[in-house]
Every structure is written in C-alpha cells, then in structure tokens.
C-alpha cells in the first residue's frame, strides 16, 4: 500500500489530467491529418494511466524525461497545452521554440527534459539527471520512461550498472504497450517478463498493471520512497496498450480489432469514471463540467499555434552553445 493516500481528489485530479491527455491527443492526431503538424508523430492514447498514477505521488521539484511518445508526458508535469500546441506546429511560442516539433519537447521550468528521439537514448541520460541531484544534496528524483523497444539497447545495461551502483535516485519505467513500433515483444525478446532484466543489477523490479492508475500510483510510491531515502534506483514494467498504432503513419496490421477492442473495455479514464460514480466522489454535472473545461482548453491551444508566429530565420544561430560568444558560430 502506498503511503500517500489515495482519497475522492487523487481520483477526481486522475480524471481530469487522464481526459486532458486523451482530448489533447485525439485532437493532435486531427490536426495532423490536416497537414497542420508535421514529421512524425506518436499519440499516449490508452496509456494515461501510467502517468496519472505518478503524479499523485511525485512532487515539482522532480524531473521526467522520455522517449518520442512525450505530449502527454509535458501535459502531466504541467507544461501548458498552448505550449506544446505551438511547439507541434513548429511555432515561436512553442515551449522548445518550434526547434523541437513532437519528439524533442522541453520544458526546463516544469523539470520536463524531453522529448528524445534515438531509441533508449534518454534512459543514461535520466540517469544523469539523477546523478546531478545525489551530487546536488537534494533528495529529488528522476523518472526514466522507455517504451519496450528501448530495453533491448546496449545503453540501458551500462545505466543499470552505474545506476546501481551508485544507487542513483532514479525509477526507470517501461511502458510497455506490446509492440516495438509494429513488432510484438515475443517476437524480439528472449525475456518477455521485461521486468526481470532489472534483477541481474539487484535492482528491485516489479511488473505493474499499466491500465489501473491505483496500480501505477502504490509502485511509483514504493519506488520514489526508496529513491528519496537513498537506496537507489527501481526498475517498472508498466504493462499497458496504446489504441493507435506506434506513429500516424501505422497501419497496424500486426494486430487483431478482437485483441484491441478487449483492452478498451479496461480504457483507464472509464475505470476511473466509474470508481468515482460508484463512490459519490461526484455528480453528472461535474463531468460535464469537466468536459467542457477540458474542450476549451484544447480549443484555446488550437487557436494559439494557428495565431502564433513563426521563427525568426536568425534563431537557427540561437540555443545551439550555453556560451553567447563561442567562437565557431558564423554567420
């Protein structure tokens, strides 16, 4: 059981941020068939839970960073919807001024740190984030999230030695959804129970119900626990599904209508929907309310990419070296 409690506004603060992620999306994957968002896109859609759940448990000060799949990941650790609006579109408002696009999103205010394209890429380098906070004095975390890809990269063995060894406070997370891009995990992995590549480091590793933000939210309170009290890093297999394909351009034909429609019957925004009717947490009328808020704000951030301005051509130059001044720049 988790030490923070689960009470009616965890639940109602789940259904909020889960029906914010999933509007946001199902309206981003529009705007792409429109041609108003360009290259490559990944949508969350079905996996909301395994970051509703940690969020109720982690703090501000804390840092996610994960690979392309990371709309819904800003939109959790408070990134504006308008900002990342902008930022699909390849706007100046953008929260990576529009040099970052769908999967290389930033936001260092709300300790966000990307957005990475190359497959496992970002998993040393939440370590490294992990490292600079046990070198810092804080008792901050980071959270790594990888898709079940991303586990069979050489990377990820080196940073689960050193993380281990350094007992790092960082808890990698795999969401694993089934499917490396149109591949099943069967089929490339001699290891299905992902969870157990963990284990060779004596890292504590666990599988978690990826679909139920209850689930998500006692693992990640056991593992952040661990990692504040300096024992460590955790490594969770969150096992859950994504109802569209791996990008826009999927045709997912590697999978069957039966096997997707049995995973929306447990679609975590209706299980949460129907925990908080079951237990009177709230009436019809909040959901409407609900649904109207959220439809506004995605509306809004709609209308802030369209209206907002382009990059200046002269900001190619800018963001690229910390030093203002570094000599090889050129004009």
Partial sequence: MSSIEITKDTYLM????????????EKTGQLYGQQKIRGFCHLYIGQEAVLAGAMSVIRHEDSLITAYRDHAHALAKGTSPKAIMAE?????????????????????????????????????????????EQYKGTDN????????????????TETFNMAALWKLPVIFVCENNGYAMGTSVART?????????????????????GMDPVAV??????????????????????????????????????RTKEELESYKSKDPIEVVKAAIQKNGYADDKWFEEIDAKIKAQVEEAVQFAEESPWPEASELYTDVYVQQDYPYIRD
């Fill in 189 to 209: 992995t001699i290891q299905p129970d992902i969870y157990k590549l963990g284990l060779p480091y004596g890292i504590p590793s666990s599988p978690v119900d």
């Fill in 141 to 156: 975390v980071n959270i790594a999230y990888m898709g079940d890809g991303a586990v069979r990269q050489g990377a990820l």
């Fill in 14 to 25: 789940w259904y909020e941020s889960m029906l914010l992620m999933r509007k946001f999306e």
């Fill in 217 to 254: 939210h006692n693992a990640m309170d056991e593992a952040v626990s661990r990692a504040r009290r300096g024992e460590g890093p955790t490594f969770l297999e969150m096992r859950t599904y994504r109802f569209k394909g791996h990008s826009m351009s999927d045709p997912q034909k590697y």
């Fill in 88 to 132: 699909m579109y390849g706007k100046a408002t953008g929260c990576s001024k529009g040099k970052g696009g769908s999967m290389h999103m930033f936001d260092k205010e709300n300790h966000f740190y990307g957005g990475h394209g190359i497959v496992g890429g970002q998993v040393p380098m939440g370590a490294g984030v992990a490292f600079a």
